[in-house]
């Protein structure tokens, strides 16, 4: 009977480096590497922090677990266009069987079509992503760098963008967009709220976003 031993990514590629007949092993750079360190154990319900632990390396964990919890949701997205693409018969019944929400994978499923992983900035939110993904690409490109060189919060980004698309809007010879007004019922209005809020969003750019998505969908080819 043949017996395998199953190897952690590092070991994969510690073999694939001497075998290869490379002096040092290869590693990940160490910025994607997202463990959250041998201080903290980790559990599905649980973190246990030993005692006495120093708040720098208390910091860092915390900072950690942000990027792992901001990175989860690029996972999930890049994981449903791959089933959506892998399984277009399957893929629903596959997620049917787990407990993820089909509607907030389809979210980020959108985001992470509307960005090509070499267009996606590691520094940033996929929140940051998302208040510019409604853009032309250029525009998409200029506020992730403009909010990457400044460090802008999500919610700075956002003002930004609201600002700038203000000031267009006033200047001499622009015409400005007929205003499409909507009278959802009190029950409609409710759901769409409680659906918005799920994605972290306000109820104009979810609409925005989900009429964005459809209009994609119904795209010929």
């Excluded at 190897?7 to 490379?22: K, Y």
């Excluded at 918005?196 to 979810?206: G, P």
Aim: hydrophobic share 35%; no cysteine; charged share 30%.
């Amino acid at each position: 009977m043949t017996i395998m031993r199953v190897m952690s990514v590092d070991q994969l590629l510690e073999a694939e480096n001497q075998a290869s007949g490379r002096g040092k092993p290869l590693r990940r750079p160490a910025r994607d590497r997202l463990g959250v360190g041998s201080a903290a154990a980790t559990r599905r319900a649980s973190l246990r922090l030993p005692p006495r632990l120093p708040i720098e390396e208390w910091r860092r964990i915390g900072a950690q677990i942000g990027l792992i919890s901001d990175a989860s949701k690029w996972w999930l997205g890049d994981w449903l266009v791959y089933g959506q693409t892998e399984y277009p018969d399957r893929y629903l019944q596959a997620i049917e069987r787990t407990s993820l929400d089909y509607q907030t994978l389809r979210n980020y499923a959108w985001v992470a079509r509307k960005f090509d992983v070499g267009r996606r900035r590691p520094g940033l939110s996929v929140q940051h992503h998302v208040e510019v993904a409604a853009l032309p690409e250029p525009d998409q490109d200029r506020w992730l760098t403009e909010a990457e060189t400044h460090r802008w919060s999500r919610n700075e980004l956002r003002r930004r963008i609201r600002g700038e698309a203000a000031t267009e809007t006033g200047r001499p010879g622009r015409t400005r967009a007929p205003a499409v007004s909507v009278k959802p019922s009190a029950e409609q209005r409710e759901r769409w709220e409680e659906a918005a809020t799920k994605v972290n969003r306000d109820l104009a750019s979810w609409m925005v976003h989900v009429l964005d998505e459809a209009a994609g969908q119904d795209r010929p080819g």
